[in-house]
Antibody, heavy 117, light 107 residues
């Protein structure tokens, strides 16, 4: 059974840093591209970042480019998102999702990140 | 910048057909995916490559993509289909764009 389990969310002050992670199981992790997608309270889905299966290619949404860094460890079946210089508008549930242009077929349950002083 | 526009809400009676539109420049030249999102749950992929259903998605869900508009069609709509629906596509730089979402009400 494919499972994606996020962790690392919490309360963080504006300007601070936080690292959220996603543990993958039930599939060959290094065969798949991965993504982070977020949903702010009362808002729609917003794509955050993409990483290819071998980490050679990464993309970022305009709202996080230069502040967030996506990475993966295929040996540990793990995906991460390093969030720096966070802002109030980064408050959201962060989901990891498996897939590429054929759609995101599996999603984690999400981890809540709250940016507030 | 590339944008996807969806109506904020669509209402349908049980058993009837719901159509949810997603508009964007030259959308027919891009693949579109659709997701169902219920409160407190993770999104679920219901269509990919405009018209293809992942395993486990009922045949009631279908799609089309022509011109500047992609459409998600839910036939014989049921109460369980009440949710937010999001379209997704990729811009010319391979960056992902989601539509703003459509709240489907079954009443």
């Amino acid at each position: 059974e494919v499972q994606l389990v996020e962790s690392g969310g919490g309360l963080i002050q504006p300007g601070g840093s936080l690292r959220v992670s996603c543990a993958a199981s039930g599939f060959t992790f290094n065969d798949y591209a991965m993504n982070w997608v977020r949903q702010a309270p009362g808002k729609g889905l917003e794509w955050v970042s993409y990483i290819s299966s071998d980490s050679s290619t990464t993309y970022y949404g305009d709202s996080v480019k230069g502040r967030f860094t996506i990475s993966r460890d295929n040996a540990k079946n793990s995906l991460s998102l390093q969030m720096n210089s966070v802002r109030a508008e980064d408050t959201a549930i962060y989901y990891c999702a498996r897939g590429d242009s054929s759609g995101y077929d599996y999603w984690g349950q999400g981890t809540l990140v709250t940016v507030s002083s | 910048s590339f944008e996807l526009i969806q109506p904020p809400s669509v209402s349908v009676s049980p058993g009837q057909t719901a159509n949810i539109a997603c508009s964007g420049d030259d959308l027919e030249e891009r693949y579109v995916c659709w997701y169902q999102k219920k409160p407190g749950q993770s999104p679920v992929l219901v269509l990919y490559h405009d018209t293809k259903r992942p395993s486990g998605i009922p045949e009631r869900f279908s799609g089309s993509n022509s011109g500047n508009t992609a459409t998600l069609t839910i036939s014989e709509t049921q109460a369980v289909d009440e949710a937010d629906y999001y379209c997704q596509a990729w811009d010319s730089s391979a960056l992902v764009v989601f539509g703003g979402g459509t709240k489907l009400t079954v009443l």
